[in-house]
């Protein structure tokens, strides 16, 4: 019940597929991070949408999403993501999506929502985003791409060089994400 501390009423609904938990992030002001564990679809995607709306109520714009343990989203929940965002930054906020799935990413890259939103691998880089208090520009990284040589799926967050977990084949990223050998 520590969320309804942060969020009063937060745990008054609940839903198996999905498990919200709000955590205070003190170093920025008007700020959580929400750790989503389950998945986002038609089915709870009014649920989901209820809970952070009553997060944004209660006064916190500044959100990130830590998504390391949210195995799935549907367009459905990419469009429940895109509304907070048009709502915390209507309020002045702005929100992080934190170490998100490949399989998670790839459906916000194939809707072409990942351009909108920032996308941090760890709470040090979220902090700074909002600290900064300007917007980030969103590069093309994180970018999913194939190994040219087994056609494994893979995430690079950052351009430069690197190994095919599959193949072992050795890839260069570019600046605009595309993948070579070498």
Do not use: W
């Not at 919200?20 to 989901?48: K, M, Q, W």
């Not at 989203?73 to 930054?89: E, H, M, Q, R, Y």
């Not at 599959?166 to 994400?177: F, H, M, P, R, Y």
């Amino acid at each position: 019940m520590i969320n309804n501390n942060l969020v009063p009423g937060f745990d008054d609904e609940k839903d198996d597929s999905i498990k919200i938990t709000l955590e205070r992030i003190a170093e920025v002001p008007n700020c959580l991070s929400v750790h989503l564990n389950g998945y986002i679809d038609t089915y709870n995607s009014s649920f989901f949408q209820k809970r952070i709306a009553k997060v944004v109520e209660a006064g916190y714009i500044n959100l990130v999403f830590n998504c390391s343990a949210l195995n799935y989203v549907s367009s459905t929940g990419i469009g429940s993501f895109t509304a907070f965002l048009k709502l915390v930054k209507s309020k002045g906020g702005d929100i992080v999506l934190l170490e998100i799935q490949p399989k998670v990413f790839e459906v916000f890259q194939l809707l072409g929502f990942s351009q909108f939103f920032n996308i941090k691998n760890t709470y040090a880089d979220s902090i700074e985003l909002f600290k900064s208090g300007r917007p980030e520009v969103n590069t093309v990284f994180p970018v999913i791409f194939s190994c040219p040589v087994c056609s494994k799926r893979l995430k690079a967050t950052r351009s430069g060089r690197f190994r095919c977990s599959e193949c072992k084949s050795i890839l260069t990223v570019d600046a605009q994400g595309q993948c070579s050998l070498g």
